[in-house]
């Protein structure tokens, strides 16, 4: 059998080779869609599902067990911890994407300049903090000297500047023709329209991918908090709120094994599913609309060898 390509007149023969590799290939990519969705689903079905009958089934679901109920989402949405760390993780997360953003934006500006005297001594010490770091315990010291233990900005300052994500920014920068910026120069621009005027929307692809990474990562940490925020629980992300729920419901089903504490964890195991979703969703609905960006993104970032 034999195909004539429309757009590049190219032929190509399609045997029966090509006909297993194709049915191989769109059956792995099937399986490993299913793969990756099945947890998701199960978890959405459990959280609507009866708790009682939820309790008793080992299985997988694809449907709700009995007759479908909010009841999980309704203790969850009325958790004043839950709604609490919604709003800090909301506040990181606009924090370091738009002043994060920025600032790796205009470092690695800077650093792809080549009238920049300081640019390569600048960048080398950028990739050495990339991969060489203090360590845990002399990090906290030093927060803890300059009074950051138990201080919302611990969560907003260190990390603010992401060394990755700037290298990546200074590669984009390079790639593009010089003659965006003298031609910007000629008619009287200034660096920072130059910047932001010019040559940002010529990378919104790059930032696009930076941005939902930094959504991400933010979204999903509590480590930071655990370490930093031992005693401010009005300042803990929700992922924390999260975790420590979590962890309560498996230490009292497995150290308490009586009938009473079983039929009091009927609700908390619907909970358990409730928080998952509650936390999740909203990464889960960001992600479609920055999909698009991230090949893009990455390769215009990427460095040329």
Known sequence: MISIGKSSGMVEKTGPSRIIFDILNYGF??????????????????????????????????????????????????????????????LYVVWNVVVGTISTMVAGFLCSRKDFKLATPLTLFIMFTMMFGGGLIPTYMVYRQIGLINNRLVM?????????YLIMMKSAFEQLDSGYEESA????????TILFRILTPLVKANLAVIIMFTVINVWNSWYPASIYLPRARNLWPLQLFMREILIQNDT?????????????DLTSNLVKYCVTIVGTLPILCAYPFAQKYFVTGATLGGVKG
Do not use: E, Q
């Open 252 to 264: 009292t089903k497995v150290l308490t094994g009586t009938d009473a504490a079983k039929a009091a």
């Open 156 to 164: 907003m300052v260190p990390g603010l500047l992401n060394a990755f």
């Open 29 to 90: 990519m099937i399986l490993f869609a299913v793969a990756c969705i099945a947890p998701i689903w199960h978890v959405a079905m459990a959280s609507i599902s009866d708790p009682r009958m939820l309790m008793a089934n080992s299985g997988i679901l694809w449907k709700p067990l009995g007759k479908i109920t909010m009841k999980g989402y309704r203790m969850v949405l009325h958790n004043k911890s839950i709604l609490t760390g919604y709003g800090n993780t909301l």
């Open 185 to 192: 120069k000629i008619d009287g621009a200034g660096p920072l």
